[in-house]
């Protein structure tokens, strides 16, 4: 492999973007695994679920990310409702049902993930939109117009939910739901409606995320097994519960798998994510920025 | 009097916040030492410390002379350092009687009947030998409370830790826990007592020690502990 | 007593069976019956007893299934060795996965265990030498010892093994070891007080678990006569290995087993008539059903019919 530093930089540049994009779709669990404390292997099922639903409605002809957003409403209300039976199903019988919670979010992504196999079949589909395809040239370097789009989009939902959660008085109730329920219930908010609004919104970010999955690259049932390494890796990276370290850990995992991809192969990149999970699990568990 | 525990200098840092700052402390043979301090000054960080759930940053522990500031908690209660836990953590998918079969079986070795019947006799010491072979969701708050000291004890410490054992309780509660207390120091047991509630404490503790902010502030008899100005000020403020 | 009875029982119906004319079909769904025994019997050894959900188990069937190959291929060890090697690999796999997370939450440790999948699925893929993406053809040895067929002699081996597997559930559960793992289930802390090794107890799990799971899948390249990753480290192998100590019980060492038997069964009716996928989201339905309404599975029920009608 003949080492360039255009093609380093090149690296580094679609890192960065990948890099927003995996920030992006850590978001939702980073609220619902960071700070409300839920074993939700089931996020990257749901976020496939969003990939897959803003395809289908690409057959009505609509934009991918259109279709997202149209379907954010439709994940919030299911990921509140969603929430409210898991808390009545599991967190009110106690600790002994620590076990079932994490079988239970496992068979829901079985679930997921089956179905899409059943009703999608199992190649890969991708989105047609404007701006798939084509790219950015900037000198030597070319930037896919998807990424950038993609990345875009990314920041966008990054922010926004960043400046809600500090600045709303609900988004910072979620913060705190996390840290002390017992202070919030004396304020007269009812923890258990805040936590499903948090799980709402993590829901909810999921179906634009999803839409961006789609407009990346083409998606097949069963790619939410590497998203769990990747969101995974984000988010305890970040430091559970620090939205601004989701950023700055997506960027990191996005540009290590990126120069990894470029110098080392495809069939290596996944490996990238588990491993840097792994490495910091062993050494550092609470992330570079948690509390 | 022979030192059973002598704790050098530890401190314990939480990121930036010091719950533990230099604290140095000696407990003699059947002593009955009274820990008090508002909250946060860093009682359950001691005892923590001392029981092996967290390990410190500086300074030494040693019991019966060991050295155990690097050794895990199970070894330490094997050693002959036992605990209750200021909020009842019992097993709750066993009954009271296997509650007691843990600690019999992995500290002192015992199985079989040889085991029953030593759980039965400690339980009756504490009279729930009733609900011996009930589950954990039927006892009360004290019976909950009696049993945290019947598994710690079945443990055979040399050191017993209680850590607010009589929180929450009613008065007749209160003196029961206490007169069950002093059965175990007169068998020998030594005894740290983490307290609240004042009049316990003091009429207790032949010796009691005053944390704030990470720190000891006051060290001495009961009588003279309460008189002193700083204690007074920790827990009522300037 | 009783117990070991009727394992030699059924150890001796087992043989006789194997020696007599019974159609062939009986032993290729008995073997995936008696495989599903294993299987289940030890995940619960790890997440029935000590609650840590092991969601990887392909990448362990996987790893015992191929370290089996290579002793065949490089050795030519006959199927008794392969399986002990197996088994102590995936014994060591399972330790150290174990000494990496148990530290940490539960999660962390599915999570590790979900890492093993691809990671082993992609060497294997890589490596030609294991038969690589597109796997391998073998040849069953012609004869079976002293049964008719090597196949026959295959199912009286897995019998053997799920008797091991159900006895060493039986085992852990009912010594000190058990009460020490419920103990460290039940409140951690307060375990390592009454002196239970908790980290020791966990990686024991971990190693007991890891090590049976592979020797259940070190017959598979003799049974199918072929191995090929695809089909080797299988979603189905992932949801059945949970669903089945979660809808016989996880508390007692009969509830894999029936979980298994209850299961594995099914299956066998049902692929004849409807697809492999179909198939999974069925499991999949019944894990979360079971998950939801009855928890403590059919030995639960079970038990609370019991001491509802006295």
Known sequence: ?291 | MEILLKVDQISKHFGGFTALNGVSLELKKGERLGLIGPNGSGKTTLINCISGALVNETGQILFRGKSIARMPAYQRTRLGIARSFQIPRPFRSMTVIENLLVPLSYVGGLTGKEAQSRAEDILKGMGLAAKMHQGCSQLSQVELRKMELARAMAADPQLLISDEAMAGLAGTEIDEVLAILHTLNQKGITIIMIEHIMQAVMSFSERVVCLDAGQIICEGTPAQVVADPYVQRAYLGD | MRFWISCVVLWIGAVFLALSGANNYLFFAGFVVLQSIVLASAWNILGGYAGYVNFGVPAFIGAGAYAALMMHLAFAAPILLQIAVAGLITGLIGFLVGLLTVRLRGIFFSIATVALVFIFETLVMNTAYLGGATGMQLTRPESGGLFPSYMRMLVVVMTGLAILAVATARYVQESHIGRGLRAVRDSEEAAECSGVPTLKLKLLACALSGALLGAAGAPLPMYLSYIEPASTFNLLYAVSALAMPIIGGMSHWIGPVIGAIILASLQQIVTVTISSELNVLVVGLLLVVFVVAAPEGIVGLVKRWKSSSK
């Not at chain 1, 069963?222 to 969101?231: A, E, V």
């Open chain 1, 1 to 291: 492999m003949v080492f360039s530093f255009d093609l380093l930089l090149e690296a580094i540049l679609f890192g960065i973007l990948l890099g927003g994009f995996y920030a992006a779709v850590s978001l939702g669990l980073s609220v619902s695994f960071g700070l409300l404390d839920i074993p939700n292997v089931a996020h990257p099922a749901v976020l496939l679920l969003g990939a897959y639903g803003a395809f289908s409605l690409g057959h009505y002809g609509v934009d991918p990310i259109l279709a997202g957003l149209l379907l954010m409403p439709v994940f919030f209300v299911a990921g509140a409702l969603f929430y409210k039976s898991y808390y009545l199903i599991f967190e009110r019988r106690g600790d002994a049902a620590a076990v079932n919670g994490l079988a239970f979010f496992f068979g829901i992504v079985f679930i997921i993930e089956v179905g899409l196999v059943i009703w999608y079949g199992v190649d890969q589909q991708s989105a047609t939109a404007p701006y798939i395809g084509g790219s950015l040239e900037l000198g030597e370097i070319r930037l896919p117009y998807r990424l950038l789009a993609a990345f875009s989009v990314a920041i966008v939902m990054a922010l926004a939910l960043s400046l809600y959660l500090s600045k709303t008085f609900y988004g910072r109730a979620i913060k705190a739901v996390g840290q002390d329920e017992g202070a919030l219930r004396l304020m007269g908010v009812d923890p258990v409606r805040v936590k499903q609004l948090a799980f709402g919104i993590a829901t909810g970010v999921n179906a634009l995320a999803g839409a961006v999955l789609l407009i990346l690259a083409p998606i097949e049932p069963t790619m939410d097994r590497i998203y769990i390494g990747r969101t995974f890796c984000v988010v305890v990276l970040a430091g559970l519960g620090s939205m601004s370290g989701t950023l700055a850990a997506g960027l990191i995992l996005g540009i290590a798998e990126s120069i990894v991809l470029m110098f080392l192969g495809a069939s290596w990149a996944p490996a990238v994510a588990f491993g840097l999970l792994m490495v910091m699990l062993g050494f550092r568990p609470q992330g570079l920025f948690g509390r």
